[in-house]
């Protein structure tokens, strides 16, 4: 059932609320801009919910309203079963100027990706998202995939967002050691100016919206945005049922242990406020 949150003075969902910046989130920020304009591949990890998919979001975009490097993206059902046909696929999707040009088959995927390389004569930046997925064989590919632009006097700068075990991958398959490592961490130490930040970003009266006991108790067990994010949203919705305002601490409470304390929240946890 979807609930009606107009009445918490609901301005916009969670997930429209921007980014939140603590230094060290500024400093990965800088470190990975810096690392694409001189052409270095980008390795960013971080737990589960750190922020890893925004961020990747918010750096493809800036870079395609920059409009002077090409972005692809690998997107997969299934990434353990990438190949390097997929990711070249995606490459040529993504980044052939002539749009209706037809996507040729396997045996003239490479040649058809040459010419794109040639036809562009500009980097290219191919990001994949949860790459600790991929199989140790794609990790590889990406290394072909990368010296094959080089071949043709064009780049192709490699961003993989992932878990921490993604490391381990990229050491193993010997990627470039000049490549950029970022780690993301969480919001320890940083919980109540992220809450706070994140209620005046969304509602017409951030104070009135959780008591003073029910912050402090969910902001005890949590620790990242997505944890947050999906216990408030959870506790709102719990409020509403009862219209109940401020959502309290028995609420609060209630929602987490049902859901476990939150702590492996999927994702979904942050796309359930709509407003009004």
């Not at 609320?17 to 971080?46: L, P």
């Not at 402090?216 to 944890?227: D, G, K, N, R």
Request: hydrophobic share 40%; glycine share 4%.
């Amino acid at each position: 059932m979807d609930y009606n949150l107009a009445k918490f003075g609901l301005i916009k969902p969670f997930e429209e609320a921007g980014t939140f910046e603590t230094v060290s989130y500024k400093a990965a920020y800088d470190a990975i801009k810096t690392a694409v304009h001189k052409q270095s591949h980008v390795m960013v990890t971080g737990q589960v919910g750190t922020g890893k998919t925004k961020l990747l979001r918010r750096i493809k975009a800036e870079l395609n309203a920059e409009k002077k490097i090409l972005t692809a993206t690998v997107f997969a059902l299934d990434l353990s079963k990438v190949t390097i046909a997929s990711m070249m696929y995606a490459v040529i999707l993504d980044a052939r100027k002539t749009k209706n040009r037809p996507v040729p088959g396997k045996k003239e995927l490479k040649n058809f990706l040459i010419q794109t390389i040639t036809q562009n004569k500009t980097m290219t930046v191919l990001f994949i998202d949860d790459a600790h997925q991929l199989s140790n064989k794609a990790v590889t590919d990406l290394i072909s995939l990368s010296e094959l632009f080089s071949q043709h006097d064009s780049r192709l700068v490699i961003m993989l967002f992932g878990k921490p075990e993604l490391i381990e991958k990229i050491v193993s398959a010997g990627f470039d050691k000049s490549a950029c490592y970022v780690e993301l961490e969480d919001l320890s130490g940083f919980q109540h100016q992220y809450c706070n930040w994140l209620l005046e970003q969304c509602f017409k009266d951030p104070d009135s919206i959780f008591t003073m006991e029910a912050t402090e108790f969910m902001l005890t067990h949590a620790v990242t945005p997505l944890q947050i994010n999906g216990i408030a949203t959870k506790s709102l919705y719990a409020a509403d049922r009862i219209n109940q305002r401020p959502v309290n601490l028995n609420t609060v409470k209630k929602v987490m242990q049902h859901n476990g304390c939150l702590i492996n929240m999927s994702s979904n946890g942050t796309d359930l406020i709509r407003s009004g």
